[in-house]
């Protein structure tokens, strides 16, 4: 009798210890490492960390777009997590304003060579200040007229599906 106390005692010491025990999760204000790897819609590995550096940042500090800081919030360390993100949660929306077009043969004329739909240039434009990187994403474009948007990241109105995994919270 005194051997099966023991036992359930043993055994509601180990129960009770193991409820005590919280996960940490990751909270705004903590500095993180994840590993990530982004695909697009079509299913393309734009880029990954996997295998290399984690990237370590500031939950919440504004320093990742603001779909991928949210997602990272709430994880456990070892945890993977698969999220797919609007334009609006990534590098923003592309909106009607945004849209140009132009005669194909001025802007192949200012690019050097002619464009077609999907295409994504780096340009540099003069701000009157100064010089700025931008992206000139082509959204149509046919023999006569080209439309784009001049955006600040090249996955501006894309959704993005990011698998993240939280390798540490520091």
């Known amino acids: 009798m005194r051997k099966k106390f023991a036992v359930l005692l043993l055994l509601a010491a180990v129960i009770f210890a193991a409820g005590c ?10 500095t993180v490492a994840v590993y990530y790897t982004l695909s697009l819609d079509d299913g393309t590995v734009y880029e990954s960390n ?6 370590s940042f500031t939950v919440g500090a504004g ?18 997590k698969k999220v797919r993100l609007s334009p609006a949660e990534a ?7 945004m849209l140009q077009t132009v005669p194909a043969a001025e802007l192949a004329a200012q690019v050097g060579s002619t464009v077609s739909s999907g295409d994504v ?50």
Do not use: C
Not at 131 to 152: H, I, M, P, S
């Open 21 to 30: 025990v919280a996960e940490e999760t990751a909270e705004k204000g903590d």
């Open 91 to 97: 590098y923003g929306e592309i909106t009607d304003d």
């Open 121 to 170: 240039l780096q340009v540099t434009i003069n701000t009157g200040s100064r010089y700025q990187r931008a992206y000139l994403k082509v959204l149509d474009a046919d023999f006569e007229t080209v439309t784009y948007a001049l955006v600040g990241s090249a996955l501006a109105g894309e959704y993005l599906t990011f698998e993240i995994t939280l390798d540490s919270i520091a």
């Open 50 to 55: 996997v295998g290399k550096t984690p990237l």
């Open 63 to 80: 320093q990742m777009i603001s779909g991928f800081d949210a997602a990272v919030e709430g994880m456990k360390v070892g945890e993977t």
